[in-house]
T-cell receptor, first 115, second 115 residues
Framework: DTAVSQTPKYLVTQMGNDKSIKCEQNLGHDTMYWYKQDSKKFLKIMFSYNNKELIINETVPNRFSPKSPDKAHLNLHINSLELGDSAVYFC??????????????FGEGSRLTVL | EDQVTQSPEALRLQEGESSSLNCSYTVSGLRGLFWYRQDPGKGPEFLFTLYSAGEEKEKERLKATLTKKESFLHITAPKPEDSATYLCAVQGIYAGGTSYGKLTFGQGTILTVHP
């Protein structure tokens, strides 16, 4: 049973297109995240949702729009894709108990390539 | 702004050859320091949380330690299956309690253990 699953695993698309990535977790966590890992392997937080409410938005272009229909799902929609959006996007979740919010459970990643 | 620097960038060891990975950090207030392991094509996997200077955590051949400025991941008698990228991350204390899962990651150390 996969704890955090995201689809698709690979996306290859042209500049200017729109794409979506879906994420689901079955861990019962309240908090979910989108992280971006660039070509140099740095992981950077993009968004955080706690119980469907946006709590962190890290200066991400408004072409990126997260949506959380319920606390087990967090999707990411990207409009007007640019070359610089090429990266691996990771969904993650964490318990909300004090002291454990940094224990992230990551999905396997969605590799986006913009041509 | 929180910063994390890991060294070395890559480390090659023979099976059984013990060594250490370094993580230097700056953060205004430390809520926690985290170590993750990432295998190729996978999401990071949580290993340890350290909360205060002097704390140590162990898991099999891995031992993590923390000072006020850096953390070490000691690997004792490594095996080929320990080969992976090891990521260090810090979680700061922010006003308003919005640090949920907002981790600042280092670029990682790629560990290769040869049989």
């Amino acid at each position: 049973d996969t704890a955090v699953s995201q689809t698709p695993k690979y996306l290859v698309t042209q500049m200017g297109n729109d794409k979506s990535i879906k994420c689901e977790q079955n861990l019962g966590h309240d908090t979910m995240y989108w992280y971006k890992q660039d070509s140099k392997k740095f992981l950077k937080i993009m968004f955080s949702y706690n119980n469907k409410e946006l709590i962190i938005n890290e200066t991400v272009p408004n072409r990126f729009s997260p949506k959380s229909p319920d606390k087990a799902h967090l999707n990411l929609h990207i409009n007007s894709l640019e070359l610089g959006d090429s990266a691996v996007y990771f969904c993650a979740s964490s318990p909300r108990f004090r002291g454990r919010t940094g224990e992230l459970f990551f999905g396997e990643g969605s590799r986006l390539t913009v041509l | 702004e929180d910063q994390v620097t890991q060294s070395p960038e890559a480390l090659r060891l023979q099976e059984g050859e013990s060594s250490s990975l370094n993580c230097s950090y700056t953060v205004s207030g430390l809520r926690g320091l985290f170590w993750y392991r990432q295998d190729p094509g996978k999401g990071p996997e949580f290993l340890f949380t350290l909360y205060s200077a002097g704390e140590e955590k162990e898991k099999e051949r891995l031992k993590a330690t923390l000072t006020k400025k850096e953390s070490f991941l000691h690997i004792t008698a490594p095996k080929p299956e320990d080969s992976a990228t090891y990521l260090c991350a810090v979680q700061g204390i922010y006003a308003g309690g919005t640090s949920y899962g907002k981790l600042t990651f280092g670029q990682g150390t790629i560990l290769t253990v040869h049989p």
